[in-house]
């Protein structure tokens, strides 16, 4: 008879597994697809640079998706299902490393800081008025 408690963690690392998963999925995916149309905007005549200057914004994308969802599974493993004080420390250690990874990926993708964008965008709406 299985007890409330490892009903509960076997949950959780089913969810887990599941949402990390679905992050390597959607990296996977994203990769393969932002190349196939990366590919067919070159065969269709587009700039060279433009079309690269979009497989990167895109990839980029997809990359910063997918961590957004490995990071939701850290987060469930470690709560869930070891909440102990050297699985908190690994799991700052790991957010810390892939929210710079995101930051730099962001900052890469919009081509400024991001709090910067908001300022852009009432400089521009300023200079339309």
């Known amino acids: 008879m299985m007890n409330f408690e490892s009903f509960a963690v076997n949950t ?11 992050g390597i999925a959607i990296i996977a995916v994203g990769a393969f697809a932002t190349l196939l149309i990366f590919l067919f905007r070159l065969a269709r005549g587009q700039d060279r640079e433009q079309a690269v200057s979009n497989l990167r914004s895109n990839l980029g994308r997809a990359i910063l998706l997918g961590l957004e969802f490995l990071v939701a599974a850290d987060i469930i493993n470690t709560v869930a299902v070891e909440p102990t004080l050297n699985s908190v420390a690994v799991l700052a250690g790991i957010v810390a490393i892939r929210t710079f990874l995101s930051f730099s990926l962001e900052t890469e993708i919009e081509g400024q800081l ?13 200079d339309a008025s």
């Open 12 to 22: 959780a690392q089913t969810v887990t597994r599941i949402v990390e998963l679905t």
């Open 114 to 126: 991001p709090w910067r964008r908001g300022k852009s965008r009432e400089t521009k709406e300023a």
